[in-house]
């Protein structure tokens, strides 16, 4: 454990560091339990970072992009800010307004990933690990209850990142929880992820309205740009005239996982980049991931590498529930209530073809 800088309000910052297999190593931080770095080799050997972020929590704190970072309590859009659980309206942050329309995204303005986790290093099952925990209390950016949340990223010498997430809470709420790394196979600082080639296990997707909030429709990929049942590249059809794709600038959609539910992580998407060799699987027990190909990101800020990050220069692959559930009683549940323990789990793996 070593020093990662200190927060506005003058929190100490930490970095961990976990040693994978022959070339692999990933570091992480205290500071929404962020994952900060990771290295892979290529097929060659050469060992390079793939996810984008910063290189202290100076780049973090103020910022936006959430590199890395653990979303919470809950991830992606909840339409106007506000839901009602059990007969009552809970009012949040709209701290998102995709086409002038306000919401909730991301936990909100000071969400899980602005947050200083307690951490402990420690070994699971054989793997190097370390445990963050929060306690997010009653009203918390106006969700009701004290939530009790755990996650621990574990590395084995097979490339596998696993990341465990637990929850316990004291009165019923709503909990997402997702891990938003940017991924650029080539190596973070390289300027686009166009080439790479995606898979993802999904007939269906979900469409957005103007507000990026889902319609509550389950749409076929059949003769979309959304289907990648078969490997493209993503840049093919990024650029093509479809309306979902013009609403988001780009991928930024839930893809309705099968089968569902799994207590095992079972395949969600590979993406594989051909000049490097490498390639991402992405295991998980949640019924969705959501797509997202840095459309928002704009080069002014300026990575570990003090290269910028232009749009699409990285993609996330979030494994999640669906975004909005809480108006949508036909979406999987994602009401926790008290005596009930949240567990989910999602792996990335990096390998080479
Ligand atoms: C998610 C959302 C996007 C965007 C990014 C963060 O992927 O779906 O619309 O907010 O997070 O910039």
Same mark, same amino acid.
């Given at each position: 454990?070593?020093? =990662?800088?200190?927060?506005?309000?003058?929190?100490?910052?930490?970095? =961990?560091?976990?040693?994978?297999?022959?070339?692999?190593?990933? &570091?992480?931080?205290?500071?929404? $339990?962020?994952?900060?770095?990771?290295?892979?080799?290529?097929?060659?050997?050469?060992?390079?970072? +793939?996810?984008?972020?910063? %290189?202290?929590? $100076?780049?973090?704190?103020?910022?936006?992009?959430?590199?890395?970072?653990?979303?919470?309590?809950?991830?992606?859009?909840?339409?106007?800010?506000?839901?009602?659980?059990?007969?009552?309206?809970?009012?949040?942050?709209?701290?998102?307004?995709?086409?002038?329309?306000?919401?909730?995204?991301?936990?909100?303005?000071?969400?899980?990933?602005?947050? @200083?986790?307690?951490? %402990? &290093?420690?070994?699971?099952?054989?793997?190097?690990? /370390?445990?963050?925990?929060?306690?997010?209390? &009653?009203?918390?950016?106006?969700?009701?209850?004290?939530?009790? /949340?755990?996650?621990?990223?574990?590395?084995?010498? %097979?490339?596998?990142?696993?990341? #465990?997430?637990?929850?316990?809470? #004291?009165? $019923?709420?709503?909990?997402?929880?997702?891990?938003?790394?940017?991924?650029?196979?080539?190596?973070?600082?390289?300027?686009?992820?166009?080439? !790479?080639?995606?898979?993802?296990?999904?007939?269906?997707?979900?469409?957005?309205?103007?507000?990026?909030?889902?319609?509550?429709? @389950?749409?076929?990929? #059949?003769?979309?740009?959304?289907? =990648?049942?078969?490997?493209?590249?993503?840049?093919?059809?990024?650029?093509?005239?479809?309306?979902? @794709?013009?609403?988001?600038?780009?991928? %930024? !959609?839930?893809?309705?996982?099968?089968?569902?539910?799994?207590?095992?992580?079972?395949?969600? $998407?590979?993406?594989?980049?051909?000049?490097?060799?490498?390639?991402?699987?992405? =295991?998980?027990?949640?019924?969705? +991931?959501?797509?997202?190909?840095?459309?928002?990101?704009?080069?002014?800020?300026?990575?570990?590498?003090?290269?910028?990050?232009?749009?699409?220069?990285?993609?996330?692959? &979030?494994?999640?529930?669906?975004?909005?559930?809480?108006?949508?009683?036909?979406?999987?549940?994602?009401?926790?209530?008290?005596?009930?323990?949240?567990?989910?789990?999602?792996?990335?793996?990096?390998?080479?073809?």
């Amino acid at each position: 454990m070593i020093p =990662f800088g200190t927060t506005r309000d003058g929190e100490e910052t930490h970095r =961990f560091t976990l040693q994978g297999g022959p070339g692999s190593r990933v &570091e992480l931080s205290d500071y929404g $339990a962020t994952l900060v770095r990771w290295f892979a080799p290529d097929r060659r050997g050469r060992s390079e970072d +793939v996810v984008l972020g910063f %290189d202290s929590v $100076a780049g973090y704190v103020g910022h936006h992009s959430y590199f890395g970072a653990t979303v919470g309590r809950y991830g992606n859009r909840i339409a106007q800010g506000r839901f009602s659980l059990d007969g009552k309206v809970h009012v949040l942050a709209a701290n998102n307004q995709p086409g002038g329309i306000p919401c909730h995204l991301h936990g909100g303005r000071s969400g899980f990933d602005k947050r @200083l986790w307690a951490a %402990d &290093e420690q070994t699971v099952d054989g793997r190097p690990a /370390v445990r963050f925990r929060l306690r997010s209390p &009653e009203g918390d950016e106006g969700y009701p209850g004290t939530l009790d /949340v755990d996650v621990t990223y574990s590395i084995g010498n %097979d490339g596998a990142l696993r990341i #465990d997430y637990e929850a316990t809470t #004291d009165r $019923a709420t709503p909990i997402n929880l997702t891990n938003h790394s940017y991924f650029n196979l080539v190596g973070e600082g390289h300027e686009s992820v166009l080439g !790479h080639i995606v898979t993802i296990q999904a007939s269906r997707y979900l469409p957005v309205s103007a507000g990026m909030i889902p319609t509550g429709k @389950l749409a076929p990929v #059949d003769d979309t740009p959304f289907d =990648f049942r078969a490997p493209a590249r993503i840049g093919d059809r990024i650029e093509h005239r479809n309306e979902q @794709l013009r609403l988001s600038e780009g991928y %930024d !959609h839930t893809f309705v996982l099968e089968p569902r539910p799994t207590s095992e992580p079972t395949l969600a $998407a590979t993406v594989y980049e051909p000049i490097s060799g490498r390639l991402l699987e992405v =295991f998980t027990t949640e019924p969705g +991931v959501q797509f997202y190909t840095g459309n928002f990101l704009d080069g002014t800020s300026v990575g570990k590498s003090g290269r910028p990050y232009p749009r699409r220069s990285g993609f996330c692959l &979030e494994t999640q529930h669906f975004p909005d559930s809480p108006h949508q009683p036909a979406f999987p549940s994602t009401i926790l209530r008290p005596g009930m323990m949240f567990r989910s789990t999602t792996i990335y793996r990096l390998g080479i073809r």
